[in-house]
């Protein structure tokens, strides 16, 4: 990089901003309810929509287009992932993710990472190619099949692993490895694929050098993010720092990072080194209210979510209850420009209603958070089939969502 280059300054408020813009908000609300070119536009601006198996309010891969879109169709989304002629697939690309299929030749050096550096999981499979390849030979004869369906005597559930089967275990490995693919979930459960049988071959025959590969998933990722430091660019896509850095100086000399200063982003007493997307928007103001999954992209790095709104935030699940502070569930609520809170939501299908087991607000939110949180509330219930809120009680915020629910 020039030592001479003039570098930008960012104000913190900018930042948070350019973040959101990038991550498709403060868009004018739909006047309908969206489609299928809109849903499939969140997943081509984000790059991926990671999953998750939790549905007490609404699994996580939903709820980044109800956060950007308002109520829509989910069976939209399950058109776009799921059977051989979607326009996503599912892999390793942050955590287990659903990702636009061309972006399957990008990450073939993490399949090979998988294949080489061996773990339990490789060593094991290592050490029984000769189930490995049955299952080849399986899927080749009878086509895409749930670990459930098929039949071998090694397909008993035993011991760790989640009680996972020997052929459940074999055929995971082989999914990160890329030797099998999952073409569609059902109910929940992985159905797997041979890449031949799920993919175009012009996605299964291009080949990616690896420093390609990278430097287009750190353009994409910044994209995404519109500002970010290193440790963002390399969380985006789960890559280590060494390899994002050759990339991000690629992406300068290209004019497609810009180099910026941010006050208050600070690594120690040093200044974090930051860079602005080229084709990043700049909103004077940000307009937005929106739930967040607890895997969005705007929190799921908790750093960023740190430094960029001074909002710390951890997932409670695995928190025995008694030790949680803020609920089993809870989500961040942006308002504008700021997460200013968090709700702990509860789809209660059988009784009809959405209950918001808690909910909190930060210091400094705004004085009509409740007002302007209540419309999205009640549209969260609607979108879930649910016919009311009901608030529990628990959290400062709880009171005023109450009296504005009866208002």
Same mark, same amino acid.
């Given at each position: 990089?020039?030592?001479?280059?003039?570098?930008?300054?960012?104000?913190?408020?900018?930042?948070?901003?350019?973040?959101?813009?990038?991550?498709?908000?403060?868009?004018?609300?739909?006047?309908?309810?969206?489609?299928?070119?809109?849903?499939?536009?969140?997943?081509?601006?984000?790059?991926?929509?990671?999953?998750?198996?939790?549905?007490?309010?609404?699994?996580?891969?939903?709820?980044?287009?109800?956060?950007?879109?308002?109520?829509?169709?989910?069976?939209?989304?399950?058109?776009?992932?799921?059977?051989?002629?979607?326009?996503?697939?599912?892999?390793?690309?942050?955590?287990?993710?659903?990702?636009?299929?061309?972006?399957?030749?990008?990450?073939?050096?993490?399949?090979?990472?998988?294949?080489?550096?061996?773990?339990?999981?490789?060593?094991?499979?290592?050490?029984?190619?000769?189930?490995?390849?049955?299952?080849?030979?399986?899927?080749?004869?009878?086509?895409?099949?749930?670990?459930?369906?098929?039949?071998?005597?090694?397909?008993?559930?035993?011991?760790?692993?989640?009680?996972?089967?020997?052929?459940?275990?074999?055929?995971?490995?082989?999914?990160?490895?890329?030797?099998?693919?999952?073409?569609?979930?059902?109910?929940?459960?992985?159905?797997?694929? #041979?890449? *031949?049988? +799920?993919?175009? =071959?012009?996605?299964?025959?291009? %080949?990616?050098?690896? @420093? !390609?590969?990278? /430097?287009? #998933?750190? *353009?994409? +990722?910044?994209? =995404?993010?519109?500002?970010?430091? %290193?440790?963002?660019? @390399? !969380?985006?896509? /789960?890559?280590?720092?060494?390899?994002?850095?050759? =990339?991000?100086?690629?992406?300068?000399?290209?004019?497609?990072?810009?180099?910026?200063?941010?006050?208050?982003?600070?690594?120690?007493?040093?200044?974090?080194?930051?860079?602005?997307?080229?084709?990043?928007?700049?909103?004077?103001?940000?307009?937005?209210?929106?739930?967040?999954?607890?895997?969005?992209?705007?929190?799921?790095?908790?750093?960023?979510?740190?430094?960029?709104?001074?909002?710390?935030?951890?997932?409670?699940?695995?928190?025995?209850?008694?030790?949680?502070?803020?609920?089993?569930?809870?989500?961040?609520?942006?308002?504008?420009?700021?997460?200013?809170?968090?709700?702990?939501?509860?789809?209660?299908?059988?009784?009809?209603?959405?209950?918001?087991?808690?909910?909190?607000?930060?210091?400094?939110?705004?004085?009509?958070?409740?007002?302007?949180?209540?419309?999205?509330?009640?549209?969260?219930?609607?979108?879930?089939?649910?016919?009311?809120?009901?608030?529990?009680?628990?959290?400062?915020?709880?009171?005023?969502?109450?009296?504005?629910?009866?208002?």
């Amino acid at each position: 990089m020039d030592a001479s280059r003039r570098i930008d300054t960012v104000s913190p408020a900018l930042a948070r901003r350019i973040a959101l813009a990038a991550q498709g908000f403060g868009r004018p609300p739909a006047t309908s309810p969206a489609g299928t070119r809109q849903v499939a536009g969140v997943v081509d601006r984000l790059g991926l929509l990671q999953i998750d198996s939790v549905n007490v309010f609404e699994r996580s891969h939903y709820l980044p287009a109800f956060s950007r879109l308002g109520s829509y169709d989910r069976a939209l989304l399950d058109r776009l992932a799921n059977g051989g002629r979607g326009r996503l697939m599912e892999y390793w690309a942050h955590q287990a993710a659903y990702v636009p299929r061309e972006l399957w030749p990008l990450f073939a050096f993490r399949r090979d990472e998988y294949r080489s550096k061996g773990s339990d999981w490789g060593g094991w499979v290592a050490e029984n190619r000769q189930l490995a390849a049955w299952l080849v030979d399986e899927l080749a004869a009878k086509g895409p099949m749930r670990a459930s369906e098929i039949e071998h005597d090694a397909n008993e559930r035993r011991g760790p692993w989640w009680g996972w089967s020997d052929v459940k275990r074999t055929l995971e490995w082989m999914f990160r490895t890329g030797e099998v693919v999952c073409v569609e979930r059902r109910r929940f459960e992985r159905v797997y694929a #041979l890449p *031949e049988q +799920a993919l175009p =071959a012009a996605v299964l025959e291009r %080949e990616v050098p690896v @420093a !390609d590969a990278l /430097r287009e #998933l750190v *353009e994409r +990722a910044a994209s =995404a993010l519109g500002i970010a430091t %290193e440790a963002d660019l @390399a !969380d985006y896509w /789960r890559m280590t720092r060494a390899q994002v850095k050759p =990339a991000i100086a690629d992406l300068v000399d290209a004019g497609t990072l810009v180099p910026v200063a941010v006050p208050g982003w600070q690594t120690g007493s040093r200044a974090t080194p930051a860079w602005l997307h080229r084709d990043a928007r700049r909103p004077r103001r940000m307009e937005a209210v929106a739930l967040l999954s607890p895997f969005d992209p705007v929190v799921w790095f908790r750093p960023r979510t740190e430094r960029l709104f001074d909002f710390h935030y951890r997932i409670e699940i695995y928190t025995p209850e008694p030790q949680r502070k803020f609920g089993y569930y809870s989500l961040p609520v942006l308002i504008d420009d700021d997460v200013v809170g968090r709700v702990d939501l509860k789809s209660d299908r059988q009784g009809g209603v959405l209950r918001v087991q808690s909910a909190w607000a930060e210091a400094g939110a705004p004085a009509d958070m409740a007002a302007r949180l209540v419309p999205v509330l009640r549209a969260a219930a609607a979108w879930q089939g649910l016919d009311d809120v009901v608030v529990a009680g628990r959290g400062d915020l709880s009171p005023a969502l109450a009296a504005e629910l009866v208002a």
